[in-house]
């Protein structure tokens, strides 16, 4: 068995569709109580307003019910780790469709509970090894689902930055499954076995070329929380702006992740 097979990750089809829904639900809680002022405050999303936000976090659900309109592929091309990376291009149209929908829909709860309502009955109509169309390549729903959670952690995180004294909660398995997803995603980027990379409790990977680490303490470790981690990831915060601010600890000649982060935006 290949060391790259060795490190595939599983995810529970149940679990992780429970942890969509219930950090999806922890926004629509949020944003029910969000006045008008506050939907119209800036983001650190361009020239996204909080509105803009909301219909987007709304477009994590509803494509996968446009995915599934779509005809199947054929056959499997791509890995659960290859998504993060390959969704960068669809940056420009995501906001214009973003932008559109706040627009269309200014009740925007009435608009988040029809897009739970059909990712559910989606879910219980269609098995997880139905293939979609992603633009990663073909994969199955199961594993789409699990790109859902980051979706839903990094936006849910954008809310709680761009609304003073808002707490979003993480859901922990949604947390869970972003942290690690982008983890193997940074190993699937840069394949190896000279850096250990540690985001306790959720994740531990090894990456980067180099001399492979065997036992004992590693030569080369990183080692920081989820949340950095997704920020780090996501672009929302620098490489030296972590490390500066202790919210990162990197020992090593290998260790330095600046030039493979991030591994979206």
Not at 14 to 19: F, G, H, I
Not at 172 to 195: H, I
Not at 240 to 253: F, H, L, Q, T
């Amino acid at each position: 068995m290949s060391p790259a097979r060795k490190r595939a990750r599983t995810y529970d089809p149940v679990r992780t569709r429970a942890a969509v829904l219930a950090q999806f639900g922890a926004v629509r809680g949020a944003v029910r109580g969000l006045t008008d002022e506050q939907l119209a405050l800036p983001t650190r999303l361009g020239d996204w307003a909080v509105r803009d936000l909301v219909a987007h976090i709304g477009m994590t659900l509803a494509a996968v019910s446009r995915l599934l309109d779509e005809a199947e592929p054929v056959r499997q091309d791509a890995r659960l780790p290859d998504w993060p990376s390959a969704i960068a291009a669809d940056a420009p149209a995501i906001a214009r469709t973003a932008r559109n929908l706040a627009e269309r829909h200014p009740g925007l709860d009435a608009h988040l509970a029809d897009v739970e309502r059909r990712f559910t009955a989606d879910l219980d109509a269609h098995q997880g090894t139905r293939l979609l169309p992603t633009s990663a390549g073909a994969l199955p729903l199961a594993d789409y689902v699990v790109t859902r959670t980051v979706e839903l952690v990094v936006h849910t995180d954008d809310l709680n930055a761009a609304v003073p004294g808002l707490e979003v909660p993480y859901d922990r398995q949604a947390l869970a499954a972003a942290t690690r997803l982008l983890a193997d995603a940074l190993a699937a980027k840069a394949p190896g076995g000279s850096t250990e990379v540690r985001i306790p409790p959720y994740a531990v990977v090894q990456c980067v070329e180099g001399p492979r680490h065997t036992r004992g303490t590693p030569p080369n470790v990183v080692e920081t929380d989820p949340l950095t981690w997704i920020r780090l990831a996501t672009g929302r915060l620098a490489w030296p702006d972590a490390v500066a601010e202790a919210k990162v600890s990197a020992s090593g000649e290998r260790a330095d992740l600046g030039k493979l982060l991030p591994l979206m935006a």
